[in-house]
């Protein structure tokens, strides 16, 4: 052990080495100015990475950075640099530190001054940490150069109190080694290279996904090492509502596990081997209180799975052994009623069992893909359950409120089941559209003096229904009935709400239902000829609800994939009887479109005294590709007409 430490700290040397105080002084020199990098504040002028790994699994990383200051933003970006990490399964230690200020004058930090803080948390207390580096005053032109050595791993947590020497820092799958390396940036990267050695026993797999780099391998005796560069990475431009940036961009993924089936196995056998879902005899009695009464199986399995979404809550404490993969036993969850994502998952694997069924966890990625090699893409668990020989999954964190039992604000999505017979990945399939209808029916009346008279009648269901349904849970129960007057205030200031009837908001076995009249004071404009009106079809009562009519559409075309909540089917219907004879100016009306990502489908009409409005817009999935971009715009901007919210009638005969 001594011989390899030696041997390792002359490895360290070497690199720290590779670049002199002439070297550094030079490329700062050569690097660009904030002419060149006009929206840019600091830059990188090298991000390099050496990986060891051993034969256990465990990894030493030495990481060398270079930064050049732009601008007095990035000075004080840059005036101190914080490095995150867990105790629990890593360690990281600066190991050196400099200023090579423009003028070629050269500052070594002093080491001493580097602190180690408690990071800032919020639902999650796991005791995570920050390494913060204090750099100083900078001026726009200086440059800092920093090297860390780690060693560990940034996901799966798995407390190892008792773990001897660098045990705690061993991946949970032992012998087995993976990285997730970005080659992208937020900030200008003249040169970004990752070189991993691993034994030649392992056998590596990679893929290098959206792009290109550089990449060689060599065999070295008993080791392999493996070097991947890609220079000048400039920041891109961000679009709306755009997938996240690791589906897109170039990244760089290794594994040496064969493949995400053999993930699957060992992430079945961890629990069982943890007793992770045992119940004891208090658990059974809930639950056989739970599901008394049932009609069916599926009555059953959406009793217990809100009874968890509900009773147990979001909020993670470090509770000892269990804090990734491994997870915490049903016993010690159902007494502490709380919980993150997997203590809900594994309490409802728990519960299920004692109702007796076949139930086991899964691990998914909400928020971005998970591909092909099998790194550990996960940030998040859910429950498996058995019901006529197939699996369906069941998600206790993200329903509750939610009259699913599998929110669809998590369609399309890559998941791996923990069973013991062993699964590849999987997508989540797209949930269609009528599962999530939201249903407008206004009657609206204008008076002489232009006030506005409307019934309004609000029916939702799906994920349509969760985001109407919590704009009231969310809210203390004494303020439901304000709740409508609050949204509707958007409308106008001078509105006036009556004859409101809602359904229970806490009762999920309906699907969700309001009804009520509001009266708006001069809302149509009346001139000498004419009225000027906009119909509360393009001014929807609680608005909030089509988050996919806030989605940017001045742009025409666009590069990357693109997201909304969920899949969803919006109808619209309105009449507007009007205080007399009037003709339309302009009747153009609305255009269908029909595409691969959104179709919509309207009519504007006028008979006698009625104007008569019908919209239908149909988005197909929440995660479009570009191609769809062209029906989803149109299908938007029809949906917003008429053009300027603004119907143009006249008593004096149609223009």
Not at 457 to 466: H, K, L, M, N
Not at 544 to 563: D, G, H, M
Not at 566 to 585: A, D
Request: net charge neutral; with cysteine.
């Amino acid at each position: 052990m001594r011989r390899f430490s030696i041997v390792f700290m002359l490895i360290l040397f070497f690199f720290s080495a590779v670049y002199g105080q002439a070297d550094l002084y030079k490329l700062l020199s050569d690097a660009g100015s904030a002419d060149d990098f006009k929206d840019s504040d600091y830059m990188k002028i090298f991000d390099t990475t050496t990986v060891k790994m051993m034969e256990s699994g465990l990894s030493h990383v030495t990481a060398e950075t270079f930064y050049k200051v732009l601008t007095m933003d990035g000075a004080r970006e840059l005036k101190a640099i914080v490095f995150d990490y867990d105790p629990q399964s890593a360690y990281i230690e600066v190991k050196a530190a400099a200023v090579i200020k423009k003028c070629g004058k050269k500052i070594e930090l002093d080491l001493a001054t580097v602190k180690d803080y408690p990071a800032p948390a919020r639902a999650i207390y796991w005791g995570a940490r920050q390494i913060v580096l204090p750099v100083g005053k900078l001026q726009p032109g200086d440059g800092v150069f920093v090297e860390t050595y780690r060693k560990g791993f940034t996901y799966a947590l798995l407390q190892q109190d008792n773990a001897p020497g660098d045990e705690r820092y061993i991946p949970p799958m032992k012998g087995h080694f993976y990285d997730i390396v970005p080659f992208y940036s937020e900030v200008p990267v003249l040169r970004k290279s990752y070189e991993v050695s691993v034994p030649a026993t392992k056998k590596l797999q990679f893929e290098f996904y959206n792009g290109e780099a550089r990449h060689w391998s060599h065999i070295e005796k008993d080791r392999i090492r493996y070097f991947w560069e890609k220079k000048n990475i400039l920041p891109q431009k961000e679009e709306s509502n755009m997938v996240d940036w690791s589906d897109v961009a170039p990244k760089l993924l290794l594994s040496t596990a064969p493949d995400w089936e053999s993930k699957s196995l060992w992430f079945n056998k961890v629990n069982e081997d943890f007793g992770s879902f045992e119940y004891d005899d208090e658990i059974k009695k809930k639950v056989d209180e739970i599901i008394a009464g049932a009609k069916d199986d599926w009555d059953k399995i959406s009793r217990l799975t809100h009874w968890v979404a509900e009773e147990i809550r979001y909020s993670g404490i470090s509770m000892g052994e269990g804090e990734g993969f491994t997870l915490h036993k049903g016993a010690m969850t159902y007494l502490d009623r709380c919980g993150v994502c997997k203590d809900k998952a594994g309490m409802l694997v728990t519960m299920l069992r004692a109702a007796g069924f076949t139930s086991y966890p899964a691990m998914t990625m909400a928020g971005s893909r998970i591909d092909k090699i099998p790194a550990d893409q996960f940030n998040h668990s859910v429950t498996l359950v058995k019901v006529d020989g197939k699996y369906h999954l069941l998600d206790p964190t993200w329903v509750p409120g939610v009259r699913e039992l599998w929110s669809s604000a998590e369609q399309q999505q890559e998941y791996l089941m923990g069973i013991p017979e062993g699964a590849d990945l999987m997508t989540t399939p797209i949930s269609p559209p009528e599962n999530h209808y939201l249903k407008y029916n206004i009657n609206s009346r204008i008076a002489n003096d232009g006030t506005l008279t409307a019934d309004v009648e609000i029916r939702a269901e799906g994920q349509s229904d969760s985001n109407f349904r919590r704009r009231f849970t969310r809210r203390m129960q004494v303020q439901w009935d304000t709740v409508l007057q609050h949204e509707l205030f958007e409308l106008s200031p001078l509105i006036q709400l009556s004859n409101v009837y809602y359904l229970d908001p806490i009762d999920i076995s309906k699907p969700f239902l309001a009804k009520f009249t509001i009266q708006i004071p001069g809302y149509a404009k009346k001139g000498k000829n004419n009225m000027y009106l906009t119909p509360l079809s393009s001014n929807l009562p609680l608005s909030a609800i089509l988050s996919f009519t806030n989605i940017k559409t001045k742009e025409e075309t666009k590069a990357y994939p693109f997201r909304t909540r969920s899949s969803q089917l919006v109808q619209v219907t309105e009449t507007i009887k009007l205080p007399g004879r009037y003709n339309l100016v302009d009747n153009s009306g609305f255009k269908s479109v029909s595409g691969s990502g959104v179709d919509f489908s309207g009519s504007l009409k006028m008979k006698g005294n009625t104007v008569s409005i019908t919209k239908e817009i149909k988005l197909k999935k929440r995660i479009y590709q570009p191609e769809d971009w062209e029906s989803f715009r149109k299908s938007v901007l029809e949906f917003k007409k008429p053009d300027g919210n603004v119907l143009i009638l006249s008593n004096g005969g149609a223009k």
